[in-house]
């Protein structure tokens, strides 16, 4: 019932921004942890971004610390990720992830922990 939908992906130059968008359809934001994710071909799923229901809980991996944001729109039922100065090693398919529960700082990293997934939104840093 829960569907999450990510857009925003695209072609960027290396310097430049993108905003990822996910909408969550089936339910509200109240309550609802989210996350994003990334991988490449050939990866394991990594960990980008975490965005808890209490606004004041955000973790960054430390390969974006300082360059990606999080943020949510409870109203619209949306979360975004600001990406700024992007290199070509952010290159990836980008999945936000979703669940109620609450878990210690380390374990909003591991992808087991999210129940709901989008299908991604393919982002490239070239020139």
């Known amino acids: 019932q829960v569907q999450l939908e990510e857009s925003g992906g695209g072609l960027v130059q290396p310097g430049g921004s993108l905003r990822l968008s996910c909408s969550v359809s089936?339910?509200?934001?109240?309550?609802?942890?989210m996350a994003w994710f990334r991988q490449s071909p050939g990866k394991e799923r990594e960990f980008v971004a975490y965005n808890g229901w209490s606004g004041g809980r955000k973790y960054y991996a430390d390969a974006v610390k300082g360059r990606f944001t999080g943020s949510r729109d409870n109203a619209k039922n949306i979360i975004y990720l600001q990406m700024d100065t992007l290199k070509p090693e952010d290159t990836a398919l980008y999945y936000c992830?979703?669940?109620?529960?609450?878990?210690?700082?380390?374990?909003?990293?591991?992808?087991?922990?999210?129940?709901?997934w989008g299908q991604g939104t393919q982002v490239t840093v070239s020139s």
């Open positions: 992830a979703g669940t109620t529960a609450n878990y210690i700082t380390s374990a909003v990293r591991e992808s087991q922990r999210y129940d709901d």
């Open positions: 089936g339910r509200t934001l109240s309550n609802y942890n």
